[in-house]
């Protein structure tokens, strides 16, 4: 939003007319979000409005864990997950308009820890190990600034022609390999596709979606099944509920994770839920939906 002044300043005006005093905190680089969030609930902000895409929003929110402040999205990046998760869509002029109806509701987020029990980061969507994670590693920022969304496809596709490296997931007691495991608290992935379909915010457990196989060629069975939305009943797919989960590298293989859609480094890690950490601002009509899905 930094690159277009006047809308910027549209969103200014328009939170300014609702009675908002806006005091704007522009960053310099990587991690500057969560020091910036951190200094302002410490300094007695009652709302903090993330402006950018779901990366930006991840940072905002390691800097409010734990506090009573409300978070709110401005969507403006590449991806926009959460916005289109959420229904917010993908105004920051027309999610401004909005605030006012929005409603603040206490989540539960993701929480990765090393394996001696550190914690690294806080992510409110998905991690994601293998796959998709080598995938957000080795992607080119100048790539994804042309391309946009595209250069995670154009990516994805280069993977097609090299084995996938394997790691093992252990929850609850059960052990499985794969070469792709997803720990979602959302239902949509990349802002086009709903893989985890039974993830909600409003839940404090993720919905783990295991992808079987080191052949690539398996995924366009796999993808083709989410487009489908029947890849949960295929072989070598596998849909559970955890809230707590170790993932390892097979093989000794060097696996990637990424936590909403950022490089996190590489496995092993614990990956579990911290309920009660975050006030998210949400539409109504986003929290009727999710609430009858899950009464009826």
Same mark, same amino acid.
């Given at each position: 939003?930094?690159? %277009?002044?006047?809308?910027?300043?549209?969103?200014?005006?328009?939170?300014?007319?609702? !009675?908002? /005093?806006?005091?704007?905190?522009?960053?310099?680089?990587?991690?500057?979000?969560?020091?910036?969030?951190?200094?302002?609930?410490?300094?007695?902000?009652?709302?903090?409005?993330?402006?950018?895409?779901?990366?930006?929003?991840?940072?905002?929110?390691?800097?409010?864990?734990?506090?009573?402040?409300?978070?709110?999205?401005?969507?403006?990046?590449?991806? %926009?997950?959460?916005? *289109?998760?959420?229904?917010?869509?993908?105004?920051?002029?027309?999610?401004?308009?909005?605030?006012?109806?929005?409603?603040?509701?206490?989540?539960?987020?993701?929480?990765?820890?090393?394996?001696? !029990? &550190?914690?690294?980061?806080?992510?409110?969507?998905?991690?994601?190990?293998?796959?998709? =994670?080598?995938?957000?590693?080795?992607?080119?920022?100048?790539?994804?600034?042309?391309?946009?969304?595209?250069?995670?496809?154009? =990516?994805?596709?280069?993977?097609?022609?090299?084995?996938?490296? &394997?790691?093992? +997931?252990?929850?609850? #007691?059960?052990?499985?390999?794969?070469?792709? /495991?997803?720990?979602?608290? +959302?239902?949509?992935? !990349?802002?086009?596709?709903?893989?985890?379909?039974?993830?909600?915010?409003?839940?404090?457990?993720?919905?783990?979606?295991?992808? $079987? #196989?080191?052949?690539?060629?398996?995924? +366009?069975?796999?993808? *083709?099944? @989410?487009?489908?939305?029947? =890849?949960?009943?295929?072989?070598?797919?596998? @849909?559970?509920?955890?809230?707590?989960?170790?993932?390892?590298?097979?093989?000794?293989?060097? +696996?990637?994770?990424?936590?909403? #859609? $950022?490089?996190?480094? *590489?496995?092993?890690?614990? @990956?579990?839920?911290?309920?009660?950490?975050?006030?998210?601002?949400?539409?109504?009509?986003?929290?009727?939906?999710?609430?009858?899905?899950? *009464?009826?």
């Amino acid at each position: 939003m930094r690159r %277009n002044p006047k809308l910027l300043a549209g969103v200014v005006s328009i939170l300014e007319e609702q !009675g908002h /005093a806006v005091i704007l905190k522009p960053t310099n680089g990587p991690g500057d979000a969560t020091h910036i969030a951190a200094r302002c609930v410490s300094e007695g902000a009652d709302l903090i409005l993330a402006a950018g895409g779901d990366g930006t929003i991840n940072e905002v929110a390691n800097g409010m864990i734990g506090s009573r402040v409300p978070l709110g999205i401005l969507p403006a990046g590449t991806a %926009n997950v959460l916005a *289109t998760e959420t229904r917010l869509g993908s105004d920051p002029a027309g999610a401004a308009r909005s605030f006012g109806a929005l409603q603040p509701v206490r989540i539960a987020v993701g929480l990765l820890r090393a394996m001696d !029990g &550190e914690p690294l980061r806080h992510f409110l969507l998905m991690a994601g190990a293998g796959l998709d =994670a080598h995938i957000v590693a080795h992607l080119n920022a100048r790539v994804k600034k042309v391309f946009g969304k595209g250069a995670y496809w154009l =990516a994805g596709w280069q993977s097609a022609f090299r084995r996938l490296e &394997e790691l093992d +997931v252990e929850c609850g #007691g059960r052990r499985a390999r794969c070469s792709f /495991a997803l720990a979602s608290r +959302v239902r949509n992935y !990349g802002g086009d596709l709903e893989i985890a379909r039974g993830a909600s915010l409003l839940h404090e457990h993720f919905e783990m979606v295991l992808f $079987e #196989g080191a052949n690539p060629l398996r995924f +366009v069975k796999y993808f *083709t099944g @989410v487009l489908l939305g029947n =890849a949960a009943r295929m072989r070598g797919v596998h @849909v559970l509920k955890a809230r707590c989960l170790t993932l390892r590298p097979a093989n000794q293989k060097t +696996v990637h994770i990424q936590i909403d #859609g $950022e490089d996190a480094g *590489t496995l092993p890690v614990r @990956v579990e839920t911290a309920p009660d950490a975050l006030t998210l601002l949400l539409p109504a009509d986003f929290l009727e939906r999710e609430r009858q899905r899950w *009464t009826t």
